[in-house]
T-cell receptor, first 113, second 112 residues
Framework: DTAVSQTPKYLVTQMGNDKSIKCEQN?????MYWYKQDSKKFLKIMFS???????INETVPNRFSPKSPDKAHLNLHINSLELGDSAVYFC????????????FGPGTRLTVL | GNSVTQMEGPVTLSEEAFLTINCTYT??????LFWYVQYPGEGLQLLLK?????DKGSNKGFEATYRKETTSFHLEKGSVQVSDSAVYFC???????????FGIGTKLQVIP
């Protein structure tokens, strides 16, 4: 059973399009995250939700909008995609957000043409 | 603010060589420290962690000791294998709902 799953694994799209990435965790964790990893492997946090509530919102363009319908799901919607949005996006979860291990999904490689 | 500094790679070693990847940190408060590993094409996974000073984390032959006096958490392994080739991330977490701070990642390549 996959602990943290993301769909799709690969996403290729044109500039200006709108796309969504879905994330689900079956670990019963309270906290979920979105990270962006660039081509140099640098990992940057974008958002964090705890029990469906937004608790971390880094300096991210407002074209990016997370949505958490329940504590097991955290989706990421991106409007008006730009070339610079090309990256690997990772979803992660942790039990409580209290200095605990993060469990990462397999990543979604987004390519904007 | 909090920060993690780790050596830039890539690090290339022959099989069975000794590995050290340096990691130092600055933090307000008392962080927990982590090493995560990312194998090609996969997400990060926890390698080891330590939650207080002088704790040693260990897993799969890797070790790291939480040194408060030098604010360091260096990763070591006595004899690396080709299968250890991956990117290694040092990270800290203060706790509560604060974000995890990751280092830039160090790519390790082990050649036969």
């Amino acid at each position: 059973d996959t602990a943290v799953s993301q769909t799709p694994k690969y996403l290729v799209t044109q500039m200006g399009n709108d796309k969504s990435i879905k994330c689900e965790q079956n670990l019963g964790h309270d906290t979920m995250y979105w990270y962006k990893q660039d081509s140099k492997k640098f990992l940057k946090i974008m958002f964090s939700y705890n029990n469906k509530e937004l608790i971390i919102n880094e300096t991210v363009p407002n074209r990016f909008s997370p949505k958490s319908p329940d504590k097991a799901h955290l989706n990421l919607h991106i409007n008006s995609l730009e070339l610079g949005d090309s990256a690997v996006y990772f979803c992660a979860s942790s039990p409580s957000g209290i200095a605990d291990t993060q469990y990462f999904g397999p990543g979604t490689r987004l390519t904007v043409l | 603010g909090n920060s993690v500094t780790q050596m830039e790679g890539p690090v290339t070693l022959s099989e069975e060589a000794f590995l050290t990847i340096n990691c130092t940190y600055t933090a307000t408060g008392y962080p927990s420290l982590f090493w995560y590993v990312q194998y090609p094409g996969e997400g990060l996974q926890l390698l080891l962690k330590a939650t207080k000073a002088d704790d040693k984390g260990s897993n799969k032959g890797f070790e790291a000791t939480y040194r408060k006096e030098t604010t360091s958490f260096h990763l070591e392994k006595g004899s690396v294998q080709v299968s250890d080739s991956a990117v290694y991330f040092c990270a800290l977490h203060i706790g509560g709902y604060q974000k995890v701070t990751f280092g830039i990642g160090t790519k390790l390549q082990v050649i036969p």
